[in-house]
């Protein structure tokens, strides 16, 4: 089922509205709808997505947009860590297309203006046929252990004293398995065994992948990759440093692989 671009909202379908990295919410935290948008000053070149598969409608509006009485733009993080998985997915899906609708306008092989595929969720170019997929970026993510210990790290960019699993981007022609063993070798400088694929999130900040592993420490010291990490180190269960949110993948490989 293909993605529309209607010119009005479609009456029935759950709507989302997005504007830069902010969704608009109810009084009640929820996901504002369609019955906001009558309200909401419209912008030029605003453009509605439609997603066949899910029945949902998506639009991105511009950071001048305000939001109308009784609804606010809050984070997309804060939205997406206080709803359950269905509904990220289902939120993270308009989201992205209404991102990669409203930025990926014209061809970039020749220059001419896209339309949406009339089968495949794409925009394909009617000047020189080539069809422009929305990106979605495999990253890997790893939580090592050494016994009762876990590895956490904290990026050079958290300001809030959160220790996290170690994570990365794959790289063109790796396998999955391949970008843990560098991830973790860069970032710690530490070789691993015993690699075990868990399970998957989408993770839409804005466009990963992330394929969640477990593995054993096999040996080396920690010496930290500085341009990244700020601190890594060995925790205990029993004593465990301040966490990434309770829903995202670090969270549940940290606490429970039976979650997946
Ligand atoms: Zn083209």
Request: glycine share 10%.
């Amino acid at each position: 089922m293909a993605l529309k671009e209607p010119s009005v909202i479609p009456e029935g379908k759950r709507t989302y509205i997005f504007r830069g990295r902010e969704i608009l919410v109810d009084g009640g935290g929820e996901a504002a709808g369609a019955e906001a948008v009558a309200s909401l000053v419209p912008f030029p070149g605003t453009r509605l997505v439609e997603d066949e598969a899910t029945g949902c409608v998506g639009m991105e509006f511009p950071s001048a947009a305000t939001a109308p009485e009784g609804f606010r733009f809050i984070p997309f993080p804060t939205y997406f860590f206080t709803h359950d998985d269905d509904e990220n997915a289902r939120v993270s899906r308009m989201r992205g297309y209404s991102l990669w609708l409203s930025s990926t306008k014209f061809c970039s092989a020749c220059g001419q203006p896209l339309r949406l595929h009339a089968v495949e969720n794409a925009l394909e170019c009617p000047g020189c046929g080539r069809l422009h997929f929305p990106r979605v970026e495999p990253c890997i993510i790893v939580l090592v252990t050494r016994g009762d210990e876990l590895l956490l790290l904290r990026n050079i960019r958290d300001t809030m004293g959160i220790y996290a699993c170690l994570a990365g981007f794959v790289e063109i022609g790796e396998t999955l398995e391949q970008a843990v063993r560098r991830e973790v070798r860069e970032e710690t400088g530490l070789t691993i065994k015993n690699i075990r694929y868990v399970g998957s999130q989408g993770w839409p900040f804005p466009d990963q992948l992330m394929a969640g592993f477990y593995a054993d420490y096999a040996g080396g010291d920690i010496h930290i990759q500085k341009s990244e990490i700020a601190d890594a180190r060995w925790f205990r269960r029993d004593a465990l440093p301040p966490l990434p949110k309770p829903g995202s993948i670090a969270w549940r490989l940290i606490h429970d692989l039976s979650l997946f």
